[in-house]
């Protein structure tokens, strides 16, 4: 167990390393200013300004800036459905596949589209080499871009002394992706592809086994699609067992470059926010509460997943790991990643908005699974989504001013500019929606036949299942827990017809539209009334946001709202289960 804190503790130390310098590096990009890059990719961005006609200096209010978020993301997913509803028809189809059902293309669009990357299919067996590059690997370039370019408005709503404008997003957008994504993601697949990941367009290969029968392998573009889904936190894999096949994630040190790609962003970016209202104070007390809250999810999960559970030590299954420990819980784990690094990967794609997987979340201990479930009741404020988890953490740290200022009888302050009771409705507005979604949707899915009919597992688990499915689309993570299915047999008993309509992918899309786009829109309101208040000098009686006092606090508001939120749904599920002989 030594060897697996080691291996947590060395990555932790690399990333922590790193945040200054990205973020740097990404507060030059939201100002517009000149890095490294920008010779080489500077004719390119002005080419593509002329292209679409953006005039990057033109700044836009909240509402024109929100607007442009609709219309691009709206044409995206006209777009990317069309490509789902076409594929029969498309080149670089080597196995001929033909379209999904049209509530599955509903669902992936959706799901692609909004940054969640939910999978109701299995990529080898479902999609064209072409969907995938020029339909699924497009959407995680710019459905990652669109939330950085939100934060990067708000962060300029905050820090703005006077005026109306948080920025142009037509610029945004080609700026994040020129300079940030692709750069990033074009040197992450070339290491992938050096550890043996794959990227080819030849079609699947038969070979013989050594059991003396034949097995199809199948192939594909793998690695500039894995490096993206990692670095954008998207997190829909090429291949149905997504990071825990060797195609996609080769080996150890393939698993720790997949990991730091989904942090990097997210984690760097509080610090940009430091820099970029001239608190870098600031941008360090949001990392601490962000770290000491993901400490908090790692440590508890490799706990659960060493000691294992009370049936597995009744019935005597517990095993040995390839890293050296014993005793701990291997069902669902790859051997060469261990209790370690399964409990690592669990944490870092749950507290952010990637929901990769390199090991069966289904297969976790009880508490294990709560980990995954508890780090979204949090609306993955912990890191989160690439831009979308710092704006929603953002949303939280106004709660809080919002509280200690009640309790402490001021009017409440936040890097000088008051909040009013515009910016608090608009904050409840951006907190609750999401696990008010997650909540409404699970219960339709649990009470209804139509529901029910997608719950493999019974008892706490089939309920876990239910509720960890809404609640990783209502967070636009992606992740399952693998037994809840989208997609109904038609020629089962009773379901006569079902393949035309699926309840699951149905709601699932509608709940990912919502969650994605309400607390965004909230969070660019928020930013634009803040946008044009004066700054008030700090005093003697402020209360500063910058502190350990205030860190602590922070965490503990976003604490109680999870708690209070869900915490009788985990009770029927993960923590029943938890405390119960079942194995499943």
Excluded at 184 to 213: K, Y
Excluded at 225 to 243: D, H, P, R
Aim: net charge neutral; with cysteine.
């Amino acid at each position: 167990m030594a060897q697996g804190w080691a291996q947590i503790v060395v990555f932790l130390l690399v990333l922590t390393a790193l945040v200054p310098l990205v973020g740097t590096y990404l507060a030059r990009v939201f100002r517009g200013e000149r890095v490294f890059l920008s010779p080489v990719i500077g004719p390119v961005e002005r080419f593509a300004y002329r292209v679409m006609r953006v005039r990057p200096e033109e700044g836009q209010d909240w509402k024109a800036y929100a607007r442009s978020i609709v219309v691009f993301s709206l044409v995206s997913w006209l777009a990317l459905y069309l490509l789902l509803r076409t594929q029969g028809i498309q080149p670089l189809n080597p196995e001929g596949f033909g379209s999904g059902p049209w509530n599955l293309s509903f669902n992936t669009a959706s799901s692609f589209v909004t940054n969640t990357n939910w999978q109701y299919y299995g990529g080898e067996t479902t999609l064209s080499y072409f969907v995938q590059m020029v339909g699924l690997t497009v959407q995680n370039f710019v459905s990652a871009a669109v939330g950085i370019a939100v934060l990067a408005a708000v962060i300029r709503g905050f820090a703005a002394r006077s005026g109306a404008a948080l920025g142009n997003f037509w610029s945004d957008l080609i700026r994040i992706n020129l300079y940030v994504l692709l750069p990033i993601a074009f040197v992450a697949a070339l290491v992938l592809v050096s550890q043996g990941v794959i990227q080819t367009l030849d079609g699947s290969t038969t070979f013989n086994t050594l059991a003396g029968g034949t097995q199809t392998l199948a192939l594909g573009p793998v690695a500039s699609q894995e490096a993206i889904k990692e670095l954008g936190t998207n997190g829909g894999g090429f291949f149905n067992v997504n990071s825990a096949y060797p195609f996609e994630n080769a080996n150890s040190f393939t698993n720790m470059v997949e990991l730091l790609l989904i942090l990097i962003v997210p984690a760097s970016l509080t610090y940009t926010f430091g820099r970029m209202v001239g608190n870098r104070r600031q941008g360090w007390a949001l990392y601490a509460a962000m770290m000491a809250m993901f400490l908090v999810a790692v440590g508890v999960v490799y706990a659960a997943e060493q000691h294992g559970s009370p049936a597995q030590h009744h019935a005597g299954v517990l095993t040995h790991a390839f890293d050296g420990s014993t005793g701990g819980n291997m069902e669902g784990k790859e051997q060469r990643f261990g209790i370690a690094e399964s409990s690592l990967w669990t944490a870092v794609t749950t507290v952010t908005s990637c929901g990769a997987v390199n090991a069966a979340l289904d297969s976790l201990t009880g508490i294990g699974g709560l980990v995954p479930l508890a780090n979204m009741g949090t609306g993955e404020v912990v890191f989160g989504g690439v831009g979308s988890g710092l704006y929603y953490m953002l949303l939280f740290v106004l709660l809080t001013v919002f509280i200690a200022g009640l309790m402490v009888g001021r009017t409440p302050e936040f890097l000088g500019k008051k909040i009013e009771s515009r910016e608090v409705k608009l904050v409840l507005v951006g907190v609750l929606v999401t696990p008010l979604l997650a909540l409404f949707a699970t219960a339709l899915a649990v009470a209804s036949p139509d529901g029910t009919q997608s719950i493999y597992n019974h008892g706490p688990q089939g309920f876990s299942e239910s509720l960890y499915a809404y609640m990783s689309q209502a967070n636009n993570n992606g992740s399952a827990f693998a037994g809840y299915t989208g997609f109904v047999q038609p020629n089962a008993p009773g379901n006569a017809g079902a393949e035309a309509f699926s309840f699951a992918n149905l709601l699932g899309g509608l709940v990912m539209i919502l969650a994605r786009f309400l607390p965004m829109i909230a969070a660019l309101a928020v930013a634009g009334s803040l946008a044009g208040k004066r700054i008030a000098p700090a005093g003697a009686g402020t209360f500063r946001a910058d502190s350990p006092t205030f860190v602590v606090l922070l965490i503990g508001v976003v604490a109680i709202v999870a708690a209070l939120t869900f915490f009788p749904a985990f009770l029927l599920g993960p923590v029943v289960q938890g405390l119960t002989d079942q194995l499943f």
